[in-house]
């Protein structure tokens, strides 16, 4: 059994809001530069890490199954005059490097999963089994342009953050237990769907517990204080 | 699962080795000098898998130094050229039930199928969209060779290899899996060429990879590699795998780097007693190329630093596994290839621009970096 608890949690779930909305909510946060040039989704969750950067981690596992997508979609359409600016922050770990390279501030671990059918299992068994004493689980989705038309963009933004700590202390607000599906009494078979980005999001938002399989192979306990 | 340094999360730069040693069981590569041992001998030769050729495939262009696969053009087709040289490499792989609960696959890549979501933007052709994100071309992969579904995809630009097997020995350490299986691709295309292009270290010079003279130049190169882990018994093993993120710049190192030592010291530390040598990084780029040298050079001397992406270009999210396979063909055979592509002067005297033959070694530091200052380095050594 993999556990950790929930020191910090952060949330945005900034649905169809349009881009220059979402930079004008956000712009305030975020240094000056910060503000101007960030992709959307480096906003989105440059915004849910706020609270859980105020200390020091040693890993970040960063879950997006679109990363980029705008800044992607504008990369494409400056051909043939390919943009520099536009090239590196389009790629996939991008949102959450263009925070830590606006507070400068180091860390050992980055795992940036892309995707895939059970990218929340695939996420949170990452974290749980990093060595970090203090581990920050986030992700998102930015809503895309053109790109949506063609389902290669989410078509709703959301961003999410959790501080994730070896032992429960004063700032404890939650606990996630991963148990294998064989070990908790369960078959294969009996895993009937696979939780997505955006219900995992929702249950953050809402801060609800939940009980059930999140993947084939992991069922997920996740209990609030 | 413990850490050979402890972690003190309030100085970052201090990086812990993962010390969970796996056995490499079984891996492979293609790129555009054939298979590991095909590349490993064409390296051995000096031959410099690049060309010059248009930055934007069809569309034209400035020449740049791009080594593709034989057949291959940067213009992606449909099914894309790649999956057919994938299927090939993997047929190397032992069989496995791949992808079940205890058998993970991790697949890594900076670029997935990208080059398809670029052919669909610019001439048309919804068919191109069934390889366009991470999801749907590892979907595609994971179907053509029959994978079931645990299976985790990774993207961190040119260190994604070394997450994907850092991540495969946290699984087997856990006792989560028995085997786990990471396969890395990287198929350039002209997003990804004309993207390095618009940096301006993309150019019509050739990379010279930790050679001391005025330009910044990289080739980049097709790649993909497999490697099947276990857990240590015998034979080569992966002794221990670092990381560390500098933050500082997208593509620019801090005055004083200490990322480029947080990878490699404790590697060298875990190393002790041993023969050592060094497959660098080496792009081309000179501030890099300066500070990876040097780092090597006080960290361990006495070890040759060889690099090899003079000639195959980087295969950017693929050039950790793909250089790891080639690094596995030189220890087994005692004979590893220099710094195909540069010249003196280095800018350290621990770069070997020539081959090196000598069995004695019996370990060698695998080191990669990729954009906002990402390091990864691992040890490969005998068990």
Redesign the interface.
């Known amino acids: 059994m993999?556990e950790r608890y929930v020191s910090c949690l952060g949330t945005d779930d900034a649905g169809v809001e349009d881009p220059a909305s979402i930079r004008a909510r956000l712009r305030g946060v975020f240094t000056a530069p910060f503000g101007r040039r960030s992709t959307i989704l480096g906003l989105l969750i440059g915004g849910v890490l706020r609270k859980a950067l105020e200390r020091?981690?040693?890993a970040i596992v960063y879950a997006s199954?679109?990363?980029e997508s705008r800044t992607?979609a504008d990369?494409?359409?400056s051909?043939?005059h390919?943009?520099?600016t536009l090239?590196?922050?389009?790629?996939?770990?991008s949102a959450v490097?263009q925070v830590?390279?606006d507070?400068?501030?180091?860390?050992?671990?980055?795992?940036?999963?892309?995707?895939?059918?059970?990218l929340v299992a695939?996420a949170l068994?990452?974290a749980l089994?990093?060595?970090?004493?203090?581990v920050l689980l986030c992700g998102g989705e930015e809503r895309g342009s053109w790109m949506c038309d063609?389902r290669?963009a989410s078509d709703r933004g959301f961003a999410f953050a959790l501080a994730l700590e070896r032992n429960r202390n004063a700032s404890t607000q939650g606990r996630l237990r991963l148990e294998?599906i064989?070990d908790a009494g369960g078959s294969?078979s009996a895993a009937p769907w696979m939780m997505s980005s955006s219900e995992w999001f929702d249950l953050l938002q809402a801060g609800r517990g939940y009980s059930g399989p999140i993947?084939?192979?992991w069922r997920l306990e996740l209990e609030w204080s | 699962m413990t850490s050979l340094l402890g972690w003190n999360e309030s100085t970052p730069t201090l990086t812990p080795i993962d010390s969970c040693s796996v056995q490499l069981a079984a891996c492979g590569c293609v790129s555009a000098l054939g298979d590991a041992a095909e590349t490993h001998a064409a390296l051995l030769r000096g031959e410099r898998a690049l060309a010059l050729q248009p930055v934007c495939g069809s569309a034209g262009g400035d020449p740049v130094p791009l080594s593709l696969l034989a057949g291959r053009n940067l213009d992606e087709t449909c099914p894309p050229s790649w999956l057919a040289p994938v299927k090939k490499l993997m047929r190397g792989c032992p069989d496995a039930p791949w992808g079940g609960v205890r058998h993970p696959v991790f697949v890594t890549s900076s670029n997935f199928g990208v080059g398809n979501l670029f052919a669909f933007r610019r001439f048309g052709g919804l068919s191109h969209l069934e390889y366009g994100t991470p999801e749907t071309s590892v979907s595609v992969i994971a179907r053509e060779l029959g994978w079931r579904g645990n299976i985790t995809i990774l993207s961190h630009a040119c260190v994604s290899a070394n997450l994907g097997l850092m991540l495969a020995a946290r699984q087997l350490a856990s006792d989560i899996a028995d085997e786990a299986l990471v396969l890395t691709f990287d198929f350039l295309s002209p997003f990804v060429a004309g993207g390095f292009y618009a940096l301006k270290i993309l150019n019509s010079e050739w990379p010279a990879p930790y050679q001391a003279r005025d330009v910044s130049a990289i080739g980049l190169g097709d790649g993909a590699a497999f490697a099947v882990l276990r857990k240590p018994s015998s034979g080569w093993i992966i002794a221990g795998q670092t990381l560390h993120n500098e933050m500082h710049h997208f593509t620019a190192f801090p005055a004083g780097s200490g990322g480029f030592a947080a990878c490699i010291d404790p590697l060298v530390r875990l190393a002790s007693g041993r023969r050592l040598w060094i497959k660098g990084h080496g792009t081309g780029t000179l501030e890099s190329g300066r500070l990876e040298a040097e780092a090597f050079r006080r960290a361990c001397p006495a070890s040759p630093l060889v690099g090899w992406k003079g000639s195959l270009g980087h295969t950017l999210g693929s050039n950790g596994l793909v250089e790891l396979a080639v690094a596995l063909e030189s220890l087994r055979s005692g004979r590893i290839p220099g710094t195909v592509g540069s010249a003196a002067p280095t800018f350290s005297e621990n770069v070997s621009l020539g081959p090196i033959v000598d069995s004695s070694f019996d370990g060698v530091v695998c080191a990669s970096n990729a954009f906002g200052g990402a390091h990864a380095a691992l040890l490969l050594c005998h068990a």
Do not use: K, N, W
């Open positions: 993999l020091d981690c040693g199954a679109f990363g992607l990369f494409l359409d051909f043939p390919p943009s520099p090239f590196q922050t389009s790629v996939h770990p490097q830590m390279i507070r400068q501030r180091p860390v050992t671990e980055y795992f940036p999963l892309a995707g895939g059918r059970c695939r068994l990452t089994l990093s060595p970090a004493d203090r063609h290669m294998p064989a294969l993947s084939a192979e």
